[in-house]
């Protein structure tokens, strides 16, 4: 209970009981409207935000590593400060050495990211010194 509830209540000018006992049930009832659940075996809830994983890597996929795509290799070159084949080399060889790189479904039975999606994350935060959030748009991260 808040320390402007406990000078109230145990304020002697206040001697009528009932009226004591009113203000203590709506200081717990404040208590209990106001608290944000951070007691044992309280659970706070987290908002989620759909994120599209599946047209997100769809779209990189068609943007740089089909073979007709979007984008060549000279702007592939300039994105990624590395060629495509490296690219991938490096994503075959990340996902032979750490599961994180490997895509596949989560505890709600939901496709995750691709390792393409993953890597592109990685390599944007390094090489331009971006948060994950700044580059959520493009590869339809929301973690």
């Known amino acids: 209970m808040s320390n402007f509830f406990k000078r109230l ?11 004591r006992n009113g ?6 009832e404040f208590e209990r409207q106001n608290s944000q659940g951070t007691g044992p075996g309280d659970r706070i809830s987290r908002q989620s935000r759909y ?5 997100g890597n769809s779209r990189l996929l068609s943007d740089y590593f089909v073979e007709n795509p979007v984008y060549d290799e000279t702007l592939f070159r300039r994105r990624f400060r ?6 991938l080399r490096i994503l075959h060889t990340l996902q ?9 479904r989560n505890a709600a039975n ?9 890597m592109t994350a990685a390599l944007r935060m390094l090489a331009y010194g971006m ?13």
């Open 110 to 118: 939901t496709i995750g990211f691709s390792g393409e999606q993953k």
């Open 51 to 55: 994120c599209d994983r599946v047209s």
């Open 23 to 28: 203000w203590f049930a709506a200081a717990m």
């Open 131 to 143: 948060s994950a959030d700044s580059i959520d748009e493009y590869v339809r991260r929301a973690d």
């Open 96 to 104: 032979q050495h750490n599961n994180y790189f490997v895509q596949r």
């Open 82 to 87: 590395l060629s495509r084949p490296l690219f």
């Open 9 to 19: 209540l145990n304020d002697s000018s206040s001697s009528d009981e009932e009226e």
